[in-house]
């Protein structure tokens, strides 16, 4: 599964659940935007724990991941197929982050990237055949910290669907086949101190997708 | 020369010029603080212009670039030598910038990745033998535009040398062999428009250095 590493980027989506934007007190976007994890911050399954930082306020939040199959450039926001065929797999992942580090960096008007970028802070699942997800935006995420739900939402709520996420970003940086697009988390991110366990999974149906499943410390 | 696209991360120092701080109005940082471009935005030579977005205020800032050679986690900053052997090889770039995008997101606190990553934001040369540069504090960089002169200083102006940067970003993220680091950029950034032509070089010592040539529409 190291293959995930070889990503030339890892696009994230900030801000893609209204609720989400509600409990850290942000404003909702007028248009998706987006910032960049490094591949070095990919932690593949099996490959130990997160790494808390020294004096790091360590955030999870559970996002739906596209794995990109073909170069994406200039797409249109209307071209669904188009957006759904660029999609090689999925995968689930939990975008971690050092919140304490990212609200000092939003006050200061710097950049995010070290906030979100240190190793070890995008667990991922195994990756999800594209047949086993008939519709992105009809899964539940979940996560759940020491067996208590903390996330567990509807990729429906979304408010960037698909197509308009991947059109906005193929308009700035074209994307590259094996490049990963994460989704924007839904509402009930919190903090995990060391010792913590941290389960994530997507239900189709009510039915647990196997090859979602996360579990690490 | 595409291999530079191959780098799994491109990390740009912010902030690195004492006089580059002053003409933005900015304050002058503590320790170094970096964000990363995407691999997408390479433009290595002969690779044609740089394309200005529509609505975009481009600016350019030249600056020295590290290509790495080997795995780099948790550097010591004292460790000079561990540092300059982590170099493979040196090039020029210049950080193109979308400025109007980038003061909104400082205003808004919003990430810099959008005015920072549209394709063709990095443009490069050739790759310098390291050899070449036997001392990378000690060079000047020059950017003209139209043939005149905008940008001229040393790297000895570096607020954060070397080591020091490569060891702050090496405790957040590993480098890996072929990742770039660009180390910030001196006085004189500005607008450039279509029809414009950047040149870009080194000098050592008065002499210019064939293979740090840029010239770009
Ligand atoms: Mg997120
Ligand atoms: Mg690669
Ligand atoms: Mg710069």
């Known amino acids: 599964m190291t293959a ?6 890892v696009v994230c989506i900030g801000r893609n659940y209204a609720d989400h934007i509600t409990e850290l007190n942000n404003s909702r976007p007028k248009q998706p935007f987006f910032f960049l994890k490094p591949p070095s911050s990919i932690l593949p399954p099996g490959n130990g724990p997160v790494i808390q930082p020294k004096g790091v306020d360590l955030h999870y939040e559970v996002e739906l991941a596209l794995i990109i199959g073909k170069q994406v450039k200039d797409l249109d926001a209307s071209d669904e197929k188009g957006a759904l065929d660029a999609i090689e797999s999925y995968a689930l992942s939990i975008d971690m982050t050092a919140r304490n580090i990212q609200n000092e960096a939003k006050k200061k008007g710097l950049p995010w990237d070290i906030s979100k970028g240190f190793d070890t802070f995008l667990p991922m699942s195994k990756t999800i055949a594209k047949a086993l997800i008939p519709d992105p935006h009809k899964i539940e995420l979940y996560l759940t910290v020491n067996d208590e739900v903390r996330q567990n939402d509807s990729t429906e709520l979304m ?6 996420v991947l059109s906005d ?8 086949p094996g490049d990963i697009v994460i989704t924007g988390t839904p509402k009930g991110v919190g903090p995990v101190v060391p010792g913590d366990i941290m389960r994530a999974g997507i239900r189709i149906n009510g039915k647990e997708l196997e090859d979602a499943k996360i579990e690490i410390g």
């Open 159 to 164: 408010l960037f669907k698909i197509p308009r």
């Open 4 to 9: 995930l590493r070889q990503a030339s980027k």
């Open 169 to 176: 970003i193929s308009k700035v940086m074209t994307l590259e």
